[in-house]
């Protein structure tokens, strides 16, 4: 898919998501301004652009307004891993909300497109599976995970306020779980926790009995998804994920049988407000970007594990 070449600011470029884009985004010929603050990103990710020309670093934090001259916005500056984002929930909150809309009010000036990552998190513990983008969600407000949910939900309420008022143009992505190369081994997540602990000859720790589901999407696809959603037509929110749906207990499975068979699983206590079920319906995808995943999760796990094996023999995680 050719990428009209202009300026883009990418928010969160030096995390996980964010520095994917970027190298998308650069390797197609086009500006990219990579804003982060480095809470969970790391000037690692995107350190082979640094001397680049049509590269730009700028350490700022997104609950602060910025002027910058950009045609794309590219808005995914937010810790997204549950420790990462209960760590400081009022920041979270803040990051959402304040960050969308000075996100927001830059694009407005500047008349720039802006899509905003958002999650399936929207959807909090779902009554309706799967998940199509009309179900408006069953969120716990004043849960722990509550700072990033509701977040998210304000953060889509906002780009949709500034879509009928100032006919801004946005761009929502309902992001399922993504998994790959850049994730931070210690995130917490359920795919590089239990890839280190393999990598480590650990046990695999499952949280609860391990019966609740999660669709995991690979980061190239996911990668793929936001472009076309950026350049197409429709503003969504689009759900972006992998509708294979697993239950955690399987997952485990599978990362043993690619690293180690005989490893095994324990059980701990199951987190507050855990989802008990995950999966997206794609079918807007499919119909308005004409996108799929094309990974399946043992292509998607066999660089992803190298990835972990090899910054864990290097000791280069933080
Ligand atoms: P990540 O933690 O790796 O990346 C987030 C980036 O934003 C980091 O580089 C971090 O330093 C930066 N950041 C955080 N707060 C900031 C602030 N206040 N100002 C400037 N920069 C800030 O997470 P990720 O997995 O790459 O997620 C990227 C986006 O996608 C997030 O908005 C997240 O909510 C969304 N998302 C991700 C997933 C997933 O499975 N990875 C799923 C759903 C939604
Ligand atoms: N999980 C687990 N063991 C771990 C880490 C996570 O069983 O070591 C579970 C977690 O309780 C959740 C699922 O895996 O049910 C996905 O967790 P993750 O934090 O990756 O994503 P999210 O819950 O935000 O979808």
Redesign the pocket.
């Known amino acids: 898919m050719p990428t009209n070449i202009c300026r883009n600011l990418v928010t969160g470029g030096a995390g996980f998501l964010g520095s994917h884009l970027v190298d998308r985004l650069m390797e197609t010929g086009n500006e990219v301004i990579c804003l982060d603050n480095y809470f969970t990103g790391n000037k690692l990710n995107i350190a082979r652009w640094i001397d680049h020309p049509n590269f730009e670093l700028i350490r700022h934090d997104v609950t602060e307004p910025i002027k910058l001259e950009v045609d794309r916005i590219w808005h995914l500056a937010c810790p997204?891993?549950?420790?990462h984002y209960q760590n400081n929930p009022v920041k979270t909150a803040k990051t959402s909300f304040l960050g969308t809309y000075n996100m927001l009010g830059l694009a407005r000036r500047v008349k720039a497109r802006l899509l905003m990552a958002s999650?399936?998190?929207v959807y909090g513990n779902p009554q309706v599976h799967p998940q199509p983008e009309s179900y408006p969600g069953s969120v716990n407000p004043i849960g722990i995970?509550a700072c990033?949910d509701e977040g998210k939900r304000i953060a889509e309420t906002l780009c949709f306020d500034y879509q009928r008022m100032h006919q801004s143009e946005i761009r929502i992505a309902r992001i399922?779980?993504t998994?790959g190369p850049r994730m931070l081994p210690n995130?917490?997540?359920?795919?590089?926790?239990?890839i280190v602990?393999a990598l480590k000859g650990e046990s695999?720790?499952?949280?609860?009995d391990?019966s609740?589901?999660?669709s995991f999407c690979y980061v190239k696809d996911l990668i793929e998804g936001l472009i076309l959603l950026m350049e197409g037509n429709h503003s969504g929110p689009i759900n972006l994920g992998n509708p294979t749906e697993l239950t955690?207990r399987e997952?485990?499975e599978t990362v043993c049988q690619q690293i180690n068979p005989s490893l095994a699983l324990v059980e701990?206590p199951?987190?507050t407000d855990?989802?008990?079920r995950?999966k997206p319906i794609i079918k807007l995808a499919k119909e308005q970007l004409g996108w799929e995943p094309t990974y399946n999760l043992k292509q998607g796990l066999k660089p992803t594990i190298s990835y972990f094996r090899s910054i864990l023999s290097n000791n280069l995680g933080r």
């Open positions: 997204a891993s549950p420790i999650t399936s998190e995970r990033y399922f779980n998994y995130d917490g997540r359920v795919i590089s926790n239990f602990q695999l720790t499952i949280y609860g391990g609740q589901t999660r955690i997952l485990a701990k199951l987190p855990d989802p008990i995950r």
